[in-house]
């Protein structure tokens, strides 16, 4: 299965409010489509000055474990874990829906540990 392009989302969208001046953002993507999907990406990013986009959590099915779903938690620190197989999602509707219930606490938790670029580690490049 070949993997999706970086900036192929089927939709993405600005949440509210800003955090910090900053506009934080859901993309979805799937492959081949939403309405038959192989493997799906579902990210909440923010962009830096230069627009360029930094990922703060993403959860897909890029296979790391089998495709399983994870949650790939670029908030933390440097040097903890970030990937996370324990997360009760199925779909991309419920890793939506669970980026939407939390951004507001990792978007604060990825401006107090990173700022607003790209992680020292190169972790989410």
Avoid: C
């Avoid at 890029?62 to 779909?91: L, S, V, W």
């Avoid at 219930?101 to 790209?118: C, I, K, P, S, V």
């Amino acid at each position: 299965m070949e993997s999706m392009s970086y900036s192929a989302f089927a939709y993405t969208y600005n949440l509210e409010p800003k955090i910090r001046g900053r506009v934080f953002s859901i993309g979805v993507r799937a492959d081949p489509s939403l309405n038959n999907v192989e493997s799906f990406a579902v990210i909440l990013f923010l962009r830096n000055r230069d627009g360029k986009r930094i990922e703060v959590a993403k959860i897909d099915t890029t296979p790391h474990d089998a495709g399983r779903i994870h949650i790939d938690r670029y908030y933390r620190e440097e040097g903890a874990e970030i990937k996370a197989f324990d997360i009760d999602i199925d779909d991309w509707i419920d890793a939506e829906a669970y980026l939407k219930a939390n951004w507001q606490r990792f978007a604060r938790r990825y401006l107090d540990t990173h700022g607003t670029e790209l992680r020292a580690d190169g972790a989410n490049t």
